[in-house]
Nanobody
Framework: QVEFVESGGDWVQPGGSLRLSCTGSPRNVSATAMGWYRKVQGKELDWAAIITIAGRTNYHPAVDGRFTISRDVAKNTVFLQMRNLGTEDTGVYYC?????????WGQGTPVTVSS
């Protein structure tokens, strides 16, 4: 059951920027705390950024200061603006609600950072 659809992943050179999008289908991204997760090589799936219903944001130390999570209610979309990307950021990025109850994972969107 696909509830959120990720897009925007691409190849980018080190130091570059990329914006990922996560659209609810049919879930409302404003009705639940949302998060961006990633699976990088050699590591298990981990969280990167979250945004609460009230708009409070939190970032994993590995991305803090470089990534920004935001939400567009009208578009029912959560964004992840990534800046100063490094090779260590290469992986598959997923969006999902923070609450694990009834949660399923989509295909994610791949991000490749290389020169």
């Amino acid at each position: 059951q696909v509830e959120f659809v990720e897009s925007g992943g691409d190849w980018v050179q080190p130091g570059g920027s990329l914006r990922l999008s996560c659209t609810g289908s049919p879930r409302n991204v404003s009705a639940t705390a949302m998060g961006w997760y990633r699976k990088v090589q050699g590591k298990e799936l981990d969280w990167a950024a979250i945004i609460t219903i009230a708009g409070r944001t939190n970032y994993h130390p590995a991305v803090d200061g470089r990534f920004t999570i935001s939400r567009d209610v009208a578009k029912n979309t959560v964004f992840l603006q990534m800046r100063n990307l490094g090779t260590e950021d290469t992986g598959v990025y997923y969006c999902n609600k923070i609450n694990s109850e009834g949660r399923s994972w989509g295909q994610g969107t791949p991000v490749t950072v290389s020169s």
